[in-house]
RNA sequence: CGGGGCGUAGCGCAGCUUGGUUAGCGCGCAGCGUUCGGGACGCUGAGGUCGGUGGUUCAAAUCCACUCGCCCCGACCA
């Protein structure tokens, strides 16, 4: 625990599993691509849960729970009719029994057996919209993982809705995206760029792919969450209809939205340093430490009652942590919360409890400019109002690290290909919509279309590829 | 599935080219003492089927064959 974090710029890969790692998130399991998420990443997970949920609540979600597994025949019954969709299969035979006659699939999202008991479900125009949530686990075959990014198995929320009109699903699948840009930017401090997915990278089955991007610490592209309208597709392909007030029967507009246990790979690679995890104190498990310094047996005694008053003082406040573990010096246990990220720590030594004050240390500034002194007294309004802070000034550096690494190319295909591969980062870009222009960019550069922004500069221009007339700027990345 | 790399103590590695007593080092771990306001130090100690199997040899961590596993780069990635 006492080692330090391999540098960031060293060795990007090597760092962000350094981090994850010593941070105590998560840890790989002994068997290729499989995360056991730690006790602490778990609790970092319940704050983004409990983040999103107060956001679905107020837009009149409703928690429920889907299978994750499906007989075969089922899948077969029910998917195949969805055009573009086909969900990857695994094939289960139940270890330390019999075969299965029939093979069990894992649901790698939902949308089947959602599909199956709206059509249920759904009758009148009267039981439009349903809007349901799931917290669940799905599995992905992948063939390359990394922790939290990319792994066999995850956790994340999948909402899906059905309504009466195209408009409200079009509404539907906006307010969403704004819950998930809402969160990324208010409580996990990341700027994102929400806009339209391309064709050739929207949800298969889906009429219109929206979605959050935003950029990590190496430059590059991160999904940090996805919102689909799936136009009357889905409808169609598993027979969601409802009788409407003309009494005619008609099929459902449908949408679904996610956001995974990825948010945290982002929230380490957009905050993280070499100094370890940092944390937005919104969404911290851990808001302060208190790290009582002594020498003596009579100044431990004395530090000791110092640190039960300010604990009763700080816990109301702040999620509350005292380190008062015993033969480990103050410097490590300094740098080893500033590894897991805790935004704000609370030192108390004997020169404090003399002067009934402490030393606050905050962890979004490095070193002696982020160290100031408060009194007892002020420590009501001054830890909130740092935790603010603290907050924000992380947000704003995320910003500012996004609008440095932007570029706005217009219409000169060989700056766009000397950004990318040389030193990385979004590019804005006219396109004409061709998927032709988009394949060539992929193939050439190995950056994808990332989303149509919906903050558009307006007027027309050339595409970057073609020359041809565009009427629209897309951002050009790597992506993980 | 193609290309490359690596398996030696809990973790990170050296040793292998050129075979030779008892296989080392750093971190961590245990005990004792000194320390403690930015990753302490000293002393003592525990911990190893050298990934596995077979072969060559008087002798294998080291050479050969096979095999298993992992990592990286591609392919792939709602």
Redesign the pocket.
């Known amino acids: 625990?006492?080692?330090?974090?391999i540098p960031r710029s060293a060795d990007y890969?090597g760092w962000y599993?350094d981090v994850v790692q010593k941070a105590q998130l998560a840890d790989?399991a002994?068997?290729?691509?499989c995360m056991v998420i730690m006790p602490y990443g778990y609790a970092l997970w319940e704050n983004v849960q409990a983040g999103l949920d107060r956001r679905f609540k107020a837009t009149g979600h409703k928690n429920a729970y889907f299978p994750l597994f499906i007989p075969m025949s089922f899948l077969k019954r029910e998917a195949e009719h969805v055009e573009g969709?086909s969900?990857?299969l695994a094939i289960v035979t139940i270890g330390g029994g019999e075969r299965l006659d029939e093979p069990l699939v894992i649901r790698?999202?939902s949308e089947t057996i959602i599909g199956h008991m709206y059509a249920q479900w759904i009758r009148s125009y009267r039981d439009l919209p349903i809007l349901i949530n799931v917290w669940s686990n799905?599995v992905?075959w992948?063939?390359?993982?990394?922790l939290f990014l990319?792994t066999l198995e995850?956790l994340?929320q999948e909402g899906h809705t059905a309504h009466v009109t195209e408009q409200e699903a079009e509404e539907e699948t906006m307010r969403m995206l704004g819950v998930y840009a809402d969160f990324a930017e208010n409580d996990a401090a990341i700027p994102v760029i929400k806009g339209r997915k391309s064709e050739s990278?929207?949800?298969?089955?889906?009429k219109h792919?929206y979605s959050i991007e935003a950029m990590m610490g190496d430059r590059r592209a991160l999904?940090a969450g996805?919102s689909?309208n799936l136009g009357q597709n889905f409808a169609r392909a598993f027979n969601i209809q409802y009788l409407d007030r003309d009494n005619t029967l008609k099929h459902c507009w449908t949408t679904s939205w996610?956001m995974?246990t990825?948010i945290i790979g982002a929230i380490v690679m957009v905050h993280g340093d070499d100094?370890?995890l940092q944390l937005p104190p919104r969404l911290a498990p851990i808001q302060a430490v208190i790290v009582p310094?002594?020498?003596?047996d009579e100044e431990r005694t004395t530090?000791l009652e110092a640190v039960d008053r300010l604990r009763s003082i700080l816990t109301p406040i702040a999620r509350l942590e005292v380190d008062d573990r015993?033969?480990?010096?103050?410097?490590?246990k300094?740098?080893?919360w500033?590894?897991k990220g805790v935004p704000l720590?609370v030192?108390?030594?004997?020169?404090?409890?003399?002067s009934q004050q402490?030393?606050l240390?905050r962890r979004d500034i490095?070193?002696k400019p982020?160290?100031t002194t408060a009194s007892w007294a002020e420590l009501p309004h001054r830890v909130p109002e740092w935790l603010n802070d603290i907050q924000a000034n992380m947000l704003a550096k995320a910003r500012r690290f996004l609008a440095e690494n932007t570029y706005h190319v217009e219409s000169d295909y060989d700056e766009l290909r000397r950004i990318i591969e040389g030193p990385g980062g979004f590019v804005w870009a006219w396109w004409c919509g061709n998927g032709a222009c988009e394949a060539r960019v992929k193939e050439e550069t190995?950056a994808t279309t990332r989303n149509i922004p919906f903050d558009q500069p307006g007027g027309t221009g050339k595409c970057v590829v073609c020359g041809a007339v565009a009427k629209q700027q897309v951002v050009f990345a790597k992506?993980?």
């Open positions: 625990m006492a080692e330090k974090v890969s599993n790989y002994p068997v290729r691509g969709f969900p990857q790698p999202t799905v992905r992948e063939q390359r993982t990394r990319r995850f994340w990278e929207k949800f298969a089955g889906a792919s999904q996805t689909h996610g995974s990825r100094q370890g310094i002594w020498k003596s530090v015993e033969g480990i010096t103050p410097g490590f300094f740098n080893e500033e590894m720590r030192e108390v030594g004997p020169r404090d409890v003399a402490v030393v240390a490095a070193g982020g160290k190995k992506a993980y």
